[in-house]
């Protein structure tokens, strides 16, 4: 059960990594450098992986207050 409203970051996040991903995958086909992209890439998900961590923590803190 979700108690907070699902956002765009954490609902959309996976889509946007996963074309980000591809788009990175076909500019290394066509011969272009893409550390920063992959660099980009690698942040997002991180910044994803933390958004959900601490959504955890949120609903994990109101359903301790409401018991």
Do not use: C, F, V, Y
Not at 32 to 48: E, R, V
């Amino acid at each position: 059960m979700t108690i907070l409203p699902r956002r765009s970051g954490t609902l959309h996040g996976p889509k946007r990594w996963s074309w980000n991903s591809g788009l990175i995958d076909r500019m290394a086909h066509h011969g272009h450098d893409t550390k920063l992209a992959k660099a980009m890439l690698l942040t997002m998900q991180s910044t994803l992986d933390r958004m959900r961590e601490h959504r955890g923590m949120i609903e994990h803190a109101i359903a301790a207050g409401r018991k």
